[in-house]
T-cell receptor, first 113, second 118 residues
């Protein structure tokens, strides 16, 4: 079956612009996660959705970052007024249940000029 | 919150040798410990995981051990091959019981770059 997909694969934007990144989880997966990976670095947790529960937003680095998940499936990560330090690969992952293995999407490489 | 430390940051071994990567975690409530392999420019791939009700798990050339008392877990790769070269990440999370909040979220170590020399 299809894995986690993300779009766009690459995004180049100018400082100060807003961007939207999309994640399509594996069908039926109730848990969805966003991570950020800067060049050569580890995975930094951003936000986590589980079913209908309130999302865990504890990893969002600033109020310029927000995310939503519509209908318990597709998720959009929005970064407002982008800064150069926002440049990174943004990875989405999903799992069948809270305790299940997490599967990653291919990521969106964001470059802020 | 949970904090995961991973060592070493880089590891170079000769083909055929074993490689060991170690991680420690801080939150005694964590009960799920996966390992991911990330090749250059690709997504992290789950290679093995272990839950806190077992002490060791093996899958062909890779094995993971868990010491709950000491709060550390390790990845062991035997008979390494050049295609094992990648960055390996450990992670820890809570997962059972309540939903929502931080439970179920994975906290990652900073990664180990493994190079296997032919």
């Amino acid at each position: 079956g299809a894995g986690v997909s993300q779009s766009p694969s690459n995004k180049v934007t100018e400082k100060g612009k807003d961007v939207e990144l999309r994640c399509d989880p594996i069908s039926g997966h109730t848990a969805l996660y966003w991570y950020r990976q800067s060049l050569g670095q580890g995975l930094e947790f951003l936000i986590y959705f589980q079913g209908n529960s309130a999302p865990d937003k504890s990893g969002l680095p600033s109020d310029r970052f927000s995310a939503e998940r519509t209908g318990g499936s597709v998720s959009t990560l929005t970064i407002q007024r982008t800064q150069q330090e926002d440049s990174a690969v943004y990875l989405c992952a999903s799992s069948l249940a809270q305790m299940g293995p997490k599967f990653f999407g291919p990521g969106t490489r964001l470059t802020v000029l | 919150g949970e904090n995961v430390e991973q060592h070493p940051s880089t590891l170079s071994v000769q083909e055929g040798d074993s490689a060991v990567i170690k991680c420690t975690y801080s939150d005694s409530a964590s009960n799920y410990f996966p390992w991911y392999k990330q090749e250059l420019g690709k997504r992290p791939q789950l290679i093995i995981d272990i839950r806190s009700n077992v002490g060791e798990k093996k899958d062909q050339r890779i094995a993971v051990t868990l010491n709950k008392t000491a709060k550390h877990f390790s990845l062991h790769i035997t008979e390494t091959q050049p295609e094992d070269s990648a960055v390996y990440f450990c992670a820890a999370s809570q997962g059972g019981g309540n939903y929502g909040g931080s439970q179920g979220n994975l906290i990652f170590g900073k990664g180990t770059k493994l190079s296997v020399k032919p």
